[in-house]
C-alpha cells in the first residue's frame, strides 16, 4: 500500500470550498484504487488565522510542512482582511521561495463541454513550464535620476542553473507526451539574456535526441496560441514569458476557475506545492457555485507527480464526461453547484470501467 501525507490548506474564500470537495475526489480514487491512501492533514491557515494569531502560518509551520509528500492549497488571501502582500508573503511566496519550487507548470488544454474563444479547441492541448524564480521577476534595479528627468531600470536575472533546470524539466515532461518542446524567446529584441537563454536550449536539447524543438518570439508565439495551437506540446519560458502565457493559456480554456497549476521543488528536498491558477474569489464566496473544475483537475496533477498518470488520465476523463453531458457551474454558463458537479464526478469515479 502505498501512503501518500499530504498538507491540505484551504486558505480563504473559495479555496475553503474547492479544496475540501478535491479532497472527497481524491479519497474516492484511493477506494477505487485500493493500493493508493491519502492521509490528509489540514492546516486553517488563511487570513482569518493571521487575524487571530499575527502570522498567516505558526513560526515552524515550514518546519510542519516539510514532513508531508505534498501541499494541495487552495487560494489565499482576502484584502477586506488582510492586505494582499501580507497573506501572499506570509503563506504562498514563503513556501514558494522557502521550498525552492523553482518550476511552475500550468497545463492548459480545452476539454468537451466547455466553450472556448478558439475556433479549434480541441487542438489546444499543451502545458507551460515556468521559470518561477528569477528572470525578469528580480528584486535588482533602482532609480535614477538625470537633470528633471526619472529613470527607472529593472534588471532581469538569468543563471545557468536555473535556466537549465527549467530546461531540462520540459524535455523529461515532453519525453512523455508528444515529444515537442518550444522554446519562449525573444532574442531580437532582449540582447543579454534571451541569446543566453537560445543557447542553453540548444546545449540541452543535444541530451533529448529524441524531442523536436522549436524556438519562438514571444510575440508570435502568443498568437500562435490563438491561430495554431496544434504547433505546441510543452514550451518552457522565463518567468515573466510564462506568466504572460498561462494567462492566455488558461483563458483559451474557457475560465480561470478550471485552470490547474503545481509549483515544483525539482531536486526532491522539499515537498512540492499545488494550487490552483485562480484566487479566493471573494465575490461568490460562501454561494456554493464554485467551479471545483481547477483544483481537482490540480488534484490530477499531484497524482502525476507522484506516478500515478493512469489514475490521473481516469480522472480528467471523468471530469470530461461530466462536463460534456452539461453539469457546469455558472462561470463556464452552468446551472450547477460545487457540490453537484463534484458528487457527479464522484458518481462517475465509482462506475468508471
Ligand atoms: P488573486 O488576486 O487571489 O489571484 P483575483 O481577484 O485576481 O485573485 P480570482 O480570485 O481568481 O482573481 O477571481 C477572478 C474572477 O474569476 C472573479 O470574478 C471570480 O469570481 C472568478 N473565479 C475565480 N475562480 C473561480 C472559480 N473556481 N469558480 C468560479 N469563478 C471563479
Ligand atoms: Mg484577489
Known sequence: MKTLKIAAIPGDGIGKEVVPAAIDVLNTISEIHGGLKF????????????????????????????????????????????PDHVSLWGLLIKIRREFEQTINIRPAKVIKGIRSPLLNPKDFDLIVVRENSEGEYSEIGGKIYRGEDEIAIQNAVFSRKGTERAMRYAFELASRRKKHVTSATKSNGIVYSMPFWDSVFKEVSKDYPDISTDHQHIDALSAFFVTQPDKFDVIVASNLFGDILTDLGAAIMGSIGIAPAANINVNGKYPSMFEPVHGSAPDIFG?????????????????????????????????????????????????????????????????FK
Request: proline share 4%; glycine share 10%.
Open 39 to 82: 492521509e490528509f492533514t489540514e492546516f486553517p491557515w488563511s487570513c482569518e488565522y493571521y487575524l487571530e494569531h499575527g502570522d498567516m502560518m505558526p513560526k515552524d509551520g515550514l518546519d510542519i510542512l516539510q514532513s508531508f509528500d505534498s501541499i494541495f492549497l487552495g487560494a489565499v488571501g482576502n484584502q477586506h482582511l488582510v
Open 287 to 351: 454561494k456554493g457555485i464554485a467551479n471545483p473544475m481547477g483544483q481537482i483537475w490540480t488534484a490530477k496533477m499531484m497524482l502525476d507527480h507522484f506516478g500515478e498518470e493512469e489514475l490521473g488520465t481516469t480522472l480528467l476523463d471523468v471530469v470530461e464526461s461530466v462536463t460534456n453531458d452539461g453539469f457546469l457551474t455558472p462561470d463556464i454558463g452552468g446551472q450547477y453547484t460545487t457540490k453537484e458537479v463534484t458528487d457527479e464526478i464522484i458518481n462517475r469515479l465509482k462506475t
